[in-house]
């Protein structure tokens, strides 16, 4: 083994890097990509959770005539940062909201919460305890524990305040999620991930090859068209994203035995749609790469966004405010949401719907570029 001929080459490996600028350009720009969404993505907390407050509280009234509102001082101690508090008189209607989406939990003061707490501190032998009621959405933890922690440290805060020894308590009583884990919340995410990276990346590399070999050329100086070759795409990979999901169900459920309350069909409808919208995404990353290894330097860019902005991991109130929006651009948000509201909430078709119709959108979209991409390599 010479020294000059392992440098020789290494020269001529280096000239092929720096002259090839696409490469060259993804070589620094990736890790700095992937540093600064990592770093944004873990950086956030808990953020403007939608919740209501019942207050039934009826105050306590003292022997010199002063009432004590126990509640509101609790209520004013919630961070606001963390709840996004509506205050609403009726408790069913307040559930409805939470069963229908719009809100993540209802949390309730019982109408002699003050008169407990106050007679509970003076008099320990009080039979009755004040109890704060949590009725809420338990599929996701991470969401579930930023509002039981929050109403917990604000109940410390008034406690201590006010002087009140009583043992308070807050009740949580799920409305969906109960007993629901983190694998739980988590699985269904990584459902829609797993088919998103696969199909998107299988895609992209097969096409890239094709074109590198010059049989996607071949294909297209056939009789067929750039629409038949991309809705071949669709049903082989549609159809392989579905296989997948099939097989990552039976071992979620048989193995780690993870909670399915709704029809797995519709699931499965989801992220069909969502293997159809990324094998066209994948035809339109291959029209900017020439090579294989091009083509892999796109993995960064594809599968950063979707694990970290898409909530598969981590709610979307965790991601910092300002980087929220970008989640609505990445088409598995809206397949990890169908698939956690079928598995978790038993949701059907008449609620997931909006999240079938953006996936369905996207699809028509890529579809369309992608045959686009294809008739103008052609030009």
Do not use: H
């Amino acid at each position: 083994m010479k020294f000059y001929r392992i440098m020789a080459v290494s020269r001529r490996v280096f000239r092929d890097v720096a002259n090839d600028k696409r490469s060259l350009a993804l070589l620094f720009l990736a890790p700095i990509f992937a540093m600064c969404i990592f770093g944004l993505a873990f950086s956030g907390d808990v953020e403007d959770v939608d919740v209501i407050i019942v207050n039934q509280d009826q105050g306590f009234t003292s022997p010199l005539g002063e009432t004590t509102y126990f509640s509101e001082k609790i209520i004013s101690n919630l961070d606001k940062e963390v709840l996004n508090i509506q205050n609403m008189s009726n408790v069913d209607e307040a559930r409805k909201e939470v069963k229908e989406g719009k809100s993540s939990a209802v949390i309730i003061f019982p109408e002699e919460f003050s008169k407990n707490a106050i007679l509970k501190t003076t008099n320990t032998s009080y039979p009755y305890s004040a109890e704060i009621i949590i009725q809420g959405d338990d599929s996701i933890t991470n969401i579930k524990n930023a509002i039981v922690k929050t109403v917990n440290e604000a109940l410390s805060d008034t406690m201590t305040g006010e002087g009140v020894s009583a043992p308070l308590k807050v009740t949580s009583d799920p409305i969906y999620g109960d007993d629901a884990e983190f694998v739980d919340f988590f699985v269904p995410g990584i459902l829609a991930f797993v088919v998103y990276l696969l199909t998107t990346i299988l895609t992209l590399i097969t096409f890239v090859g094709e074109r590198a070999n010059g049989t996607l050329e071949r294909v297209l100086a056939s009789p067929v068209t750039e629409g038949e070759v991309v809705t071949g795409y669709a049903i082989t990979f549609g159809t392989l994203g579905t296989l997948q999901v099939a097989l990552l169900l039976s071992v979620a459920i048989l193995v780690f035995n993870i909670i399915v309350v709704g029809n797995v069909l519709l699931a499965f409808m989801a992220v069909a749609i969502l293997a159809v919208t990324c094998q066209a995404l994948g035809i339109l990353l291959s029209s900017l790469a020439k090579r294989p290894e091009q083509a892999i330097q796109f993995f960064p860019f594809v599968v950063l966004p979707a694990f970290l902005l898409s909530g598969v991991f981590w709610p979307i109130q965790a991601i910092p405010e300002w980087l929220r929006p970008l989640s609505y651009l990445v088409p598995p948000t809206y397949a990890v949401d169908a698939c956690r509201a079928v598995m978790l909430k038993g949701w059907g078709l008449d609620k997931i719907w909006p999240d079938l119709l953006v996936l369905v959108i996207f699809a028509i979209l890529f579809l369309v570029l992608a045959v686009w991409s294809l008739k103008r390599g052609k030009e």
